[in-house]
């Protein structure tokens, strides 16, 4: 089995900052693309920032410049660093990982159980 577990999540103000980490554990073999996602009260589920084995970055155009995503593939984890953080952040954040198991030669993807990350004065 593979999980992926979230932290850092919380009540933060306007204009401060998070870290979210997001850690893969299990019978893993390889761990190809990680990333981060939103999804808000009412909306859908949101691409926030994705990052390659080989460190290549994607953002969402709402956190460029704002929100760094980065990996240490030794300790299987993904962390977003989000700062200056605006109300509209608000949402649930999820880690999302394709990870080869043990075993497997299929690529599948994962999901983390999600986190609440709150903006709010």
Do not use: H
Not at 115 to 121: A, D
Request: glycine residues 10%; contains cysteine.
């Amino acid at each position: 089995q593979v999980q992926l577990v979230e932290s850092g999540g919380g009540l933060v103000q306007p204009g401060g900052s998070l870290r979210l980490s997001c850690a893969a554990s299990g019978n893993i073999f390889n761990i190809y693309d990680m990333g981060w996602y939103r999804q808000a009260p009412g909306k859908q589920r949101e691409l926030v920032a994705t990052i390659t084995s080989g460190d290549s970055t994607n953002y969402a155009d709402s956190v460029k410049g704002r929100f760094t995503i980065s990996r240490d593939n030794a300790k299987n984890t993904v962390y977003v660093q989000m700062n200056s953080l605006k109300p509209e952040d608000t949402a649930v954040y999820y880690c999302n990982a394709k990870i080869e198991r043990v075993g497997s030669r299929l690529i599948n993807a994962y999901w983390g159980q999600g986190t609440q990350v709150t903006v709010s004065s």
